[in-house]
Nanobody, 124 residues
């Protein structure tokens, strides 16, 4: 497993931007595909974005495509989520997660390790 700590959450106005970071420690960071998920109050946790181990491939949920960008710096053991043009419906606790599997996946159940989450609140 790998230990994950998110940061960068906060309150932002609709249309604004925010960048989340997730710092990893423990096992070799480049061994993991890294994902971002979110959970709004009263709703199930949902997939946001994932980036392949070497950063070559990324995938996004349809409702964030074109607004959010996932990236990683394996030298710094950190994955990022740049959130632009945020909407009130983006309000949620955002979690980063690590997947040691072979294929890049969106299913939260396959992810091995999770951070504690960081709250993002978008005001209208």
């Amino acid at each position: 497993q790998v230990q994950l700590v998110e940061s960068g959450g906060g309150v932002v106005q609709a249309g604004g931007s925010l960048r989340l970071s997730c710092a990893a420690s423990g096992r070799t960071f480049s061994s993991f595909h890294m994902g971002w998920f979110r959970q709004a109050l009263g709703k199930e946790r949902e997939f946001v974005a994932v980036i392949e181990k070497n950063g070559d491939s990324t995938f996004y949920a349809d409702d964030v495509k074109g607004r959010f960008t996932i990236s990683r710096d394996n030298a710094k053991n950190t994955v990022y989520l740049q959130m632009n043009s945020v909407k009130p419906e983006d309000t949620a606790v955002y979690y980063c997660a690590a997947d040691s599997g072979w294929l890049i996946r969106r299913d939260a159940q396959v992810y091995d390790s999770w951070g504690q989450g960081t709250q993002v609140t978008v005001s209208s």
